[in-house]
């Protein structure tokens, strides 16, 4: 999620002039700003009701609907004819990507007591991770007379990796959820959060 969000974060001001929005440098960073404030609007508007599908459907098929849409609109941002359409597919990244809540909510339902602080860090972990290295991917493969934008090529790397990220989810992550969990409602497991609501608890730590 975090390669996802801030893969083009070194070259937005780039991005802007690609697109004509503006000539004046002054309003390049304002006008660049919208890629960044799409995302995290439609993150924010969505991020409530994906915690409360994950506890119907599972926190799995969640997370899988966040990576698909990492993938989808990756590319879609990579081949968008206009700002609008980039700025669209920014929020719609955004809208079905609830990805980091989901995670730290499946930690205590999957993850003995012993290694939740690890379990938990490894999410933070890999958010650092994504954030430093998603703005180096995204300023390497910025390639002019690229298909679509200068970014294409980077949106396709993205995009491979919210492939493979989705395919192991599918293998190996069980779909847990908390309204089906073995542990009696509002009791903790094995000494941790109750599963019941843990969602909304997983929301607030993001």
Same mark, same amino acid.
């Given at each position: 999620?975090p390669?996802?969000?801030?893969?083009?974060?070194?070259?937005?001001?780039?991005?802007?002039?690609?697109?004509?929005?503006?000539?004046?440098?002054? $309003?390049?960073?304002?006008? /660049?700003?919208?890629? &960044?404030?799409?995302?995290?609007?439609?993150?924010? %508007?969505?991020?409530?009701? !994906?915690g409360?599908?994950?506890?119907?459907?599972?926190?799995?098929a969640?997370?899988?609907?966040?990576?698909?849409?990492?993938?989808?609109?990756?590319?879609?941002?990579?081949?968008?004819?206009?700002?609008g359409t980039?700025?669209?597919?920014?929020?719609?990244?955004?809208?079905?990507?609830?990805?980091?809540?989901?995670?730290?909510?499946a930690?205590?339902?999957?993850?003995?007591? $012993?290694?939740?602080?690890? /379990?938990?860090?490894? &999410?933070?972990?890999?958010?650092?991770?994504?954030? %430093?290295?998603?703005?180096? !991917?995204?300023?390497?493969?910025?390639?002019?007379?690229?298909?679509?934008?200068?970014?294409?090529?980077?949106?396709v790397?993205?995009?491979?990796?919210?492939?493979?990220?989705?395919?192991?989810?599918?293998?190996?992550?069980?779909?847990?959820?908390?309204?089906?969990?073995?542990?009696?409602?509002?009791?903790?497991?094995?000494?941790?959060?109750?599963?019941?609501?843990?969602?909304s608890r997983?929301?607030?730590?993001?």
């Amino acid at each position: 999620e975090p390669a996802c969000r801030r893969r083009h974060s070194s070259r937005l001001a780039l991005q802007v002039l690609f697109f004509g929005v503006t000539e004046d440098k002054r $309003a390049l960073g304002y006008t /660049a700003g919208f890629f &960044i404030s799409a995302f995290m609007l439609g993150r924010m %508007i969505s991020s409530y009701p !994906l915690g409360l599908a994950s506890d119907i459907y599972g926190r799995r098929a969640v997370i899988q609907l966040g990576l698909v849409s990492c993938l989808v609109f990756q590319l879609l941002f990579g081949l968008a004819p206009t700002f609008g359409t980039a700025i669209l597919s920014r929020f719609l990244m955004g809208a079905f990507n609830g990805i980091i809540g989901v995670s730290k909510a499946a930690v205590p339902e999957l993850v003995p007591p $012993a290694d939740r602080a690890r /379990a938990m860090s490894a &999410i933070t972990g890999m958010w650092g991770l994504g954030t %430093i290295f998603g703005p180096v !991917l995204g300023g390497l493969l910025w390639i002019p007379g690229s298909p679509g934008t200068p970014c294409f090529w980077s949106s396709v790397v993205g995009a491979a990796i919210s492939a493979v990220a989705l395919i192991a989810v599918g293998t190996f992550m069980p779909n847990t959820r908390g309204r089906s969990a073995t542990v009696p409602p509002g009791s903790a497991p094995s000494g941790g959060m109750p599963v019941q609501g843990a969602v909304s608890r997983g929301v607030e730590m993001q």
